[in-house]
């Protein structure tokens, strides 16, 4: 077998090498559809920055992949991109050099075929010469480097890999085996406690989530939903809740088309729900979404408002999505604005003390949706967080300034991070010109949902609850 070790694979020192421009010999060899289909997902994420969940739908769509061949792209798309530092590892250790050394396309089609190789019911056989097939028909000069390399992952599975490379350090190997950044699993430890649970959220971090649904109240039943659609049914702590299993497209669902249900969470609409839910004195009819997009939230508080004769102001900051905001909310008593939420006070669709209800379901890193982003683990850095933070403090001191004395304020984010739930809240109120309090959510969640820990804050968790990472705290402004 020829050594990887140098080999047309290789990233040139320096420029583009003429060779990758040229078309290969005798033309173009047959690559099986669904495979590819999964490389151009794979490689338009890494070359351009694209997201997995908008660019594979409309590669298939073009590519005329369906039904089975679809499934199996649309696995080996999310799988790679998901254990992406787990593959590189593998793949740098059966190259015997570092990826940043393999030029990009050929980089792409190993960690695809690694993929198969380690992960997927494929034969050793088929996805060598598969990948080998469509590195040749890439840089034709690479397909004897990438044979060997593939050939020499093949001479083990998974688990011998990873006890060949298996750090000493338990975060590190804890890192490696479940395809995360070291960074956060250290975030997840602090949030969790403990390692070993912190795995378990990792595990849960890599299985494809099913598709949520919330039936908006007022205007379809969860049960009539789940019972219209095959393999649905309703969830298990939303009351607007129902979980599709049969895969498929949501947005072709009627009720999603005409404006009676959207997907969403269930855990978003868990903490959006606590914050309609929890009792208030006086006036209740003026309620406010400081960060709506993409609407989400605004959708679920408006079809509540409707039933209790309020209305919902939206606001979004980016006008595009700002946008889909009023789109998602039509017919509800949703009033978008395009505006920063910092204006409160000095916008005057934002008037301080206004509101009697105010969520912010602030930006923050994503870490607790992990599961349904295959690309983000791999994108977010550690130095994201002190402009996120600041962010979200500024957004929740302008809610307390927004919400009227002895209105209620929700804190949302979809992390776990600690930097971006207690510490942000706590911050927040500290650096607050007005008086605040916390106040225990859990009463204003469902009664069976389990480990809701001991408040007055609640941190949602895939492995425990089903949910993305859902963190809510929620505050009332003193009288």
């Not at 559809?33 to 769509?61: C, G």
């Amino acid at each position: 077998m020829r050594s990887p070790r140098r080999g047309p694979g290789a990233r040139p020192a320096g420029g583009r090498d003429d060779r990758l421009a040229r078309p290969p010999r005798g033309g173009r060899p047959a690559i099986d559809p669904a495979r590819e289909a999964a490389y151009e997902a794979v490689a338009a994420v890494h070359r351009d920055d694209a997201y997995a969940n908008l660019v594979l739908p409309r590669i298939l769509r073009e590519s005329g992949v369906s039904g089975r061949d679809a499934a199996f792209a649309t696995e080996l798309t999310y799988g790679t991109l998901r254990q992406t530092g787990t593959l590189d590892a593998i793949v740098a250790a059966a190259a015997d050099r570092p990826v940043d050394r393999i030029d990009p396309p050929v980089r792409d089609a190993l960690r695809v075929g690694a993929y198969q190789l380690l992960h997927m019911r494929v034969g050793a056989h088929a996805a060598v010469a598969t990948t080998v097939d469509l590195v040749r028909s890439l840089v034709p000069g690479a397909a004897g480097f990438a044979n060997a390399v593939l050939r020499r992952i093949a001479e083990a599975d998974r688990s011998g890999w990873l006890a060949r490379l298996a750090p000493a350090d338990p975060v590190a190997r804890a890192a490696l085996t479940h395809a995360h950044p070291e960074w956060i699993v250290r975030a997840f430890v602090d949030a969790l406690g403990s390692l070993d649970e912190a795995e378990l959220a990792l595990d849960a971090d890599n299985l494809p989530p099913p598709v949520h649904l919330c039936a908006r109240p007022g205007l379809l039943d969860p049960a009539d939903l789940a019972a219209a659609l095959p393999g649905a049914s309703v969830g298990r702590y939303s009351p607007y809740a129902v979980v599709l299993t049969g895969g498929g497209d949501p947005g072709a669902v009627p009720a999603v088309r005409d404006g009676r249900a959207h997907v969403q969470d269930e855990g978003s609409q868990l903490v959006a729900a606590a914050l309609a839910g929890a009792p208030l004195d006086g006036r209740d009819d003026t309620w406010l979404d400081l960060c709506a997009g993409p609407g989400g939230k605004a959708g679920l508080l408006g079809a509540l408002a409707a039933q209790r004769g309020a209305h919902v102001t939206a606001v979004e900051i980016a006008h595009h999505r700002a946008a889909l905001v009023a789109q998602a909310t039509a017919g509800l008593p949703v009033y978008t604005i395009n505006a920063d939420g910092r204006d409160v006070g000095k916008d005057p669709d934002l008037p301080a003390g206004g509101f009697d209800r105010v969520l912010v379901d602030a930006p923050c890193t994503g870490l607790g949706a992990l599961r349904r982003r295959p690309e983000a683990r791999w994108r977010r850095q550690p130095s994201d967080l002190p402009p996120l933070t600041r962010l979200q403090r500024e957004l929740l001191q302008s809610a307390f300034r927004a919400v009227r004395p002895g209105g209620l304020v929700a804190y949302v984010t979809c992390s776990p991070h600690q930097a971006e739930t207690e510490v942000s809240v706590t911050e927040a109120a500290r650096r607050s010109d007005v008086d605040v309090d916390l106040v225990d959510v859990r009463p204003y969640l469902p009664s069976s949902l389990p480990e809701a820990g001991t408040g007055p804050t609640v941190q949602l968790w895939p492995h425990r609850h089903g949910t993305d990472a859902m963190f809510v705290a929620l505050l009332r402004r003193a009288a």
